[in-house]
């Protein structure tokens, strides 16, 4: 499977992805991103952004790119940039389907996806990846899995996925919510002809919310690729929004609240990958830094004290604006 590349890669920041969440369209949740991008939010500014974003990243050593068919241009933007580098072949993708991006470039749409995880969705939307991505397409993944998603059980859907696992496209899911980890669970539990169908998951973890840390090293061991996203918490977790235990640390590293979050997940035994959602360059910088950071015991035992109920969390989470 093509995550065995960067799981033997000896630079340490092949094990730190970018994700284009952020870059890909207009809006997004992410605190501070006014000021990241400015008010320019045009398709050819933030393909340019995005494609800075890129070479920035692969100069220092990220190899997997994470997008998404509700990321608004992201595969596109992608797409584009793989094509006028046609002899990078050491990239690993990942997209996702099930999410329908519906807010036309604007910032202000009342809903920006619509989620739907059936069979014509899927169909639809591979397509719509192949055509833009055709082989450089790695992992597929379901977006946003969640305990009662009608993915967890579709069997019409479990054998579609297994054709395109049998075509060399891996398949993989995503979390959230606050039960992430009996969605994790129930994934694991998928088979097609008595064989696991899911080889990565994909979940928010960070400093804030850890509930899904037991289910997703069940995952690691019985073979599956862990990649983290969200590991800024959509931006609670970088200055000026840190809190105060996290700034503490931080100052005693002399690096970034936003290297020690990132430092804090790559220590956890069963992770791949972790995301950097930077939306600029210098957030990048500063994200891939997190490779040397290195935390005592103390320091964590200060960290883990930020650990909220998960619930509460994801109550936040979806109270966060779309700037």
Not at 1 to 11: D, G, I, V, W, Y
Not at 147 to 156: F, G, H, M, R
């Amino acid at each position: 499977m093509p995550f065995a590349r960067l799981a033997s890669a000896t630079t340490p920041t092949c094990h730190l992805g970018l994700g284009l969440a952020a870059v890909g369209r207009p809006g997004y949740i992410n605190l501070g991103r006014d000021e990241d991008l400015g008010p320019d939010r045009g398709v050819d500014a933030l393909r340019t952004r995005t494609h800075e974003l890129l070479d920035a990243a692969y100069a220092q050593g990220v190899r997997y790119i994470d997008a998404a068919r509700s990321y608004g241009r992201s595969e596109e933007f992608l797409a584009d940039w793989l094509k006028a580098r046609p002899d990078l072949d050491d990239i690993v993708v990942g997209s996702k389907w099930g999410y329908t991006y519906t807010a036309d470039w604007t910032t202000d749409a009342e809903h920006h996806e619509v989620k739907d995880h059936g069979v014509a969705t899927y169909e639809r939307q591979r397509a719509e990846t192949a055509a833009l991505l055709g082989d450089r397409l790695d992992l597929y993944q379901i977006h946003s899995v969640t305990p009662d998603s009608p993915a967890l059980t579709d069997k019409e859907l479990h054998a579609k996925l297994a054709e395109a696992a049998a075509r060399g496209v891996t398949i993989g899911f995503s979390t959230s919510g606050p039960a992430q980890a009996d969605a994790i669970r129930a994934a694991l539990a998928v088979t097609v002809d008595g064989e696991p169908l899911f080889r990565t998951v994909q979940s928010t973890y960070n400093a804030l919310e850890t509930s899904a840390a037991p289910a997703l090293a069940e995952a690691h061991d019985a073979g599956l690729t862990v990649i983290v996203k969200e590991g800024m918490a959509n931006g609670r977790l970088a200055e000026p929004h840190a809190p105060e235990a996290l700034r503490a640390v931080a100052a005693e590293t002399s690096l970034g609240c936003d290297a020690v979050a990132l430092a804090l997940i790559l220590r956890q035994p069963w992770v791949g990958v972790v995301l950097s959602g930077a939306a600029t360059v210098h957030q990048l910088a500063s994200n891939l830094h997190a490779a040397v950071v290195d935390l005592d015991e103390g320091q964590l035992t200060r960290l883990a004290t930020l650990a909220e109920e998960p619930r509460a969390y994801w109550e936040k989470r979806a109270s966060l604006p779309w700037h």
